[in-house]
């Protein structure tokens, strides 16, 4: 049993927690921490999460990743930097454009753990940024896409996995936060500039949980 679960998508986004770490907080123990990959895409994350909650029982889960960050007015977080998740929503782009709807019971929306999320938000600069992410099945490369999805639901960026584990996590009754590297712009270069900075984002954001882990020792 595990206090706090870290799960990723990908395992060279959760990579630099372990080198941030002393040995002894690893996994393995009672009150130590696990660190997780589940699966890349939301249909894997979510099966990866359950099993991954049903197997540590922990009493927190942190899920942690990178993200691109929607062309939108006013500031926005920069590529390199970590950021602070606390409201996460399932998109649909053919309901956006019309050509699909979702049913009425379908759960499009999860929030993340206020007081978890203030905890994490406490390893970042002042003022802490705790945005909104979007969860769209694929990735959006079009940028008047990207600025559909964000006026549609107040989101800073996007993500594909977040909501899936946030989903198994309100489902195992576990309280969940998350923090995402910036990686890239939402648009045609994305996938570029992710290939530039996912590292580099990756290890922002593996620090951020890393000082909540080492501020807390008792509590993790």
Request: include cysteine; charged fraction near 15%; charge should be positive.
């Amino acid at each position: 049993m595990s206090a706090t679960l870290v799960l990723s998508a990908w395992e060279p986004e959760i990579a630099p927690l372990a080198a941030l770490m002393p040995r002894r907080g690893r996994a393995g123990g009672h009150g130590g921490f696990a660190a997780v990959a589940v699966g890349v895409g939301p249909v894997e994350a979510a099966i990866g999460a359950t099993r991954a909650i049903a197997a540590h029982a922990p009493k927190r889960v942190i899920f942690v990743g990178t993200a691109g960050v929607y062309a939108r007015d006013g500031a926005a977080p920069g590529i390199g930097s970590a950021v602070v998740v606390d409201d996460l929503s399932a998109v649909s782009t053919a309901a956006l454009r019309g050509d699909g709807y979702l049913p009425e019971v379908h759960i499009r929306r999860a929030a993340a753990s206020r007081p978890l999320c203030r905890a994490l938000a406490a390893g970042l600069p002042a003022p802490a940024p705790v945005v909104a992410v979007a969860c769209p099945l694929a990735i959006t490369r079009a940028a008047p896409l990207g600025r559909q999805i964000a006026r549609a639901t107040g989101a800073a960026l996007e993500n594909l996995e977040a909501f899936a584990v946030a989903r198994a996590a309100a489902a195992a009754g576990v309280p969940f936060a998350a923090v995402l590297g910036v990686s890239n712009r939402v648009g045609p270069a994305g996938h570029r500039e992710w290939r530039a900075h996912h590292a580099a984002a990756s290890r922002a954001a593996c620090a951020v949980i890393a000082a909540l882990l080492r501020a807390a020792p008792g509590r993790r």
